[in-house]
């Protein structure tokens, strides 16, 4: 939990300096943990998909052939739990948590960026692996 409270502080700390409006910030800063949330949880789903359903991805069977279905339907009704949990997790401790994240030292402040920078990287390399494992089995 502590881990998804800093990855907020930073995040939110990164969209406020290139932008002043405070709300485009808070609302930039969930999106992004939603999104690299979901990058985790398509990880696992394409990864079990390959291991245990010989190839057959499991988001076929939630997803039809109607895109404009999926687009407006299925994905917001897969997105919002996400979005509602983190939302509410959040918002429960944050602020006793951002003074403690700013009474960090600068190396202690280096060394979890360089953390932060790595899940971030390594979500998204695990995704394009989980993407392509079935072609290399």
């Given at each position: 939990m502590n881990?998804?409270?800093y990855l907020y502080y930073r995040l939110f700390n990164y969209y406020r300096k290139a932008n002043d409006i405070e709300i485009f910030a808070t609302i930039s800063t969930y999106l992004c943990i939603v999104g690299l949330l979901w990058i985790n949880i398509g990880t696992i789903l394409f990864f079990v998909s390959t291991?245990?359903?010989n190839r057959n991805s499991l988001l076929d069977i939630?997803?039809?052939d109607n895109s404009a279905y999926n687009r407006f339907v299925i994905t917001p009704l897969l997105i919002?739990?996400?979005f509602i949990v983190i939302f509410l997790l959040i918002n429960k401790g944050i602020k006793q948590k951002i003074e403690e994240f700013d009474s960090e030292s600068a190396e202690e402040r280096k060394q979890h960026g360089?953390?932060?920078l790595a899940y971030i990287i390594l979500s998204i390399i695990m995704l394009m692996l989980s993407i392509t494992s079935p072609l290399y089995l």
């Open positions: 881990s998804l409270y291991i245990f359903f939630v997803f039809t919002a739990p996400i360089k953390k932060v």
